[in-house]
DNA sequence: GGGGAAGTTTACGTTAACGTAAAGTGGCCT
DNA sequence: AGGCCACTTTACGTTAACGTAAACTTCCCC
């Protein structure tokens, strides 16, 4: 059995676990572009895709509309050298930022390393009273 | 010549390049407390590094209620059995956010390589054409 | 003592990313 | 036919995180 051709909008946020709210709002700001069959809206796989995208975007504090740049980054335009460049500019960027973020978030499991620690002494000193309070 | 003890609105703002507006925002939300001297504000380095913790959060899509969170991790409370309690399971939780950031930055490094590639492709193509365009 | 420069308070404005409510459509079931 | 989903459009509401402007004080400089 290969993957599904489409999805519904529904079935989309169940599965993500967003309000269909969301996806068609995600829509209005060009993210998604699903087809018609009639009123409803018809998802692809890609556009099932850029959903993934999305969210994981959010999860790092992307903004729709830099998560929107980076849906870009991957429909081939057919493109010309100078959008081939800002193509290649936007990526070094992009690398950039998450570089930034992934020493962001070692600075900060380290932090709460420490933290634990501390708590977990406070713990002990706190059973060392307890027991002297017999 | 150790660390400077306090430093003033303006100092702080140029160093980690915000406005003094945002500054006091932070206060208003309870993230800073720094002292007075008359009307002006003075901040101390536990300040400075709150304000450091903010931003690093900001950069990880952290809300100001989060970074809250983390701040407070850092004070010493003198705490009871059931606030270190507490304290762990929030420790626990950010790591596994933070687990699940380290992922999708993982993920979305793997997508950009693929996209610089593709990108690349495509130069390479238009030169070829241009060389039997002559 | 007039004027910057840097600080202050108060208050209204703005943007992003949806939430929420109302009112309608289309299909399927019994 | 009636009813219940799941879907639709339209539109106003909401929250977070500041921006921006106005109207002060304080201090320092010349």
Redesign the pocket.
Known sequence: MTLKQSY????L?REFD????????????GLLT?R?R?????YSPADRVALKL?LRG?RLG??????GDLIRLYQPTGDNRQQLGALLEKIDEKRTQLEQQRVDIQIMQQDLDAAEERARQALKELENKESSDV
């Open positions: 519904g909008i529904g079935e946020a967003v309000t269909t709210r969301t996806i068609r709002f995600y829509e209005d700001q699903p018609r009639g009123q409803t809206r018809i999305i959010k992307f903004s729709l509309a830099e998560s």
